[in-house]
């Protein structure tokens, strides 16, 4: 499966953003989606993730009540929804998916096989 990641931009302390992410080139629903960021000089670390039906989801203590994932398995696409976006937000976003055998939602990168190009969002104080 190939992800595009787009949507990031420059927004300030406290407004919202939306990030999306669109496969191609396999079942999407049979993948568990997951958002990662990564900040300059950071290790990528988790942010949310997405049950193959949608139907559950997992989130990083840090942006919990702030963000919101969503997956559309009609439009092959994941999205993440942030509000009251923080400067510790800024970070490279990227989607990715997972295709274990037993469908998991995890935090760990290593278990994402598939990932995207990944988007810039950058929160100005």
């Known amino acids: 499966v190939q992800l595009q990641a787009s949507g990031g931009g420059l927004v300030q302390t406290g407004g919202s953003l939306r990030v999306s992410c669109a496969a191609s080139?396999?079942?999407?629903?049979?993948?568990?989606m997951a958002w990662f960021r990564q900040a300059p000089g950071k290790e990528r670390e988790f942010v949310a993730a997405?049950?193959?039906?949608?139907?559950?989801?997992m989130y990083a203590d840090s942006v919990k009540g702030r963000f919101t994932i969503v997956r559309d398995n009609a439009r092959n696409t994941v999205s993440l929804q942030m509000n009251s976006l923080k400067p510790e937000d800024t970070a490279v976003y990227y989607c990715a998916a997972s295709d274990l055998i037993i469908p998991t939602m995890t935090s760990f990168p290593d278990q994402y096989s598939y990932w995207g190009q990944g988007t810039q969002v950058t929160v100005s104080s």
């Open positions: 080139g396999g079942t999407f629903s049979k993948y568990v």
């Open positions: 997405a049950s193959r039906s949608g139907g559950s989801t």
